[in-house]
Antibody, heavy 125, light 108 residues
């Protein structure tokens, strides 16, 4: 059974740092691109960051660029998100999401097929 | 960024009825659209990928259609467990993936 379990959330003051982890099991972690997505009542679901199979290709949303760092350890089947200089508006539930490849009529397509349950980050003084 | 607009915001229907949820894109996204179901407190679950393909294990009462800028998720005969929030997601502008704001489906 595919499982993604996030951890590392909590209450942190503005300007602080947190490191989120996502432990994967039930599949070969190194064969899947991975992502972080967050959810807030106000902005809904927001994609944050992508990392390729080996970690050599990384992308960030503008809201994460320069403050957040995504990484992975395929030997430990784990995904990470280092979050620095946290702001009140970073308060959200943070999800990790697995991508899977689909061949749709000869076109290469990737979709999020499994998500973790999420970890809550609250940035407040 | 490509904006996805979902309608209606809230839908209240009875078991056995048909639900039709819409997702409109601010520009053409071909068929690069997915639908997710999220029950409060749970992880989002992939229902439909590439506009019309049911994901593994998803009941046949869920179907998706559309291309370009207009997409529809249909639940043919509602069950009580279908009560959830439904989101569409586009990947046409990858890596700048965006989501719709969601449709809350209540089963009376």
């Amino acid at each position: 059974e595919v499982q993604l379990v996030e951890s590392g959330g909590g209450v942190i003051q503005p300007g602080g740092s947190l490191r989120l982890s996502c432990a994967a099991s039930g599949f070969t972690f190194s064969r899947h691109n991975m992502n972080w997505v967050r959810q807030t009542p106000g902005k809904g679901l927001e994609w944050l960051s992508y990392i390729s199979l080996s970690g050599n290709i990384i992308y960030y949303a503008d809201s994460a660029k320069g403050r957040f760092t995504i990484s992975r350890d395929n030997g430990k089947s784990s995904l990470y998100l280092q979050m620095n200089t946290l702001r009140v508006e970073d308060t959200a539930i943070y999800f990790c999401a697995r991508e899977t490849y689909y061949d749709i009529g000869g076109f290469d397509r990737f979709y999020f097929d499994y998500w973790g349950q999420g970890t809550l980050v609250t940035v407040s003084s | 960024d490509i904006v996805l607009t979902q309608s209606p915001a809230t839908l209240s229907l009875s078991p056995g009825e048909r639900a039709t949820l819409s997702c409109g894109a601010s520009q053409s996204i071909s068929t690069y659209l997915a639908w997710f179901q999220q029950i409060p407190g749970q992880a989002p679950r992939l229902l439909i990928y590439d506009a019309s393909n049911r994901a593994t294990g998803i009941p046949a009462r869920f179907s998706g259609s559309g291309s370009g800028t207009d997409f529809t998720l249909t639940i043919s005969s509602l069950e009580p467990e279908d009560s959830a929030v439904y989101y569409c997601q586009q990947r046409h502008s990858w890596p700048r993936i965006t989501f719709g704001q969601g449709t809350r489906l209540e089963i009376k």
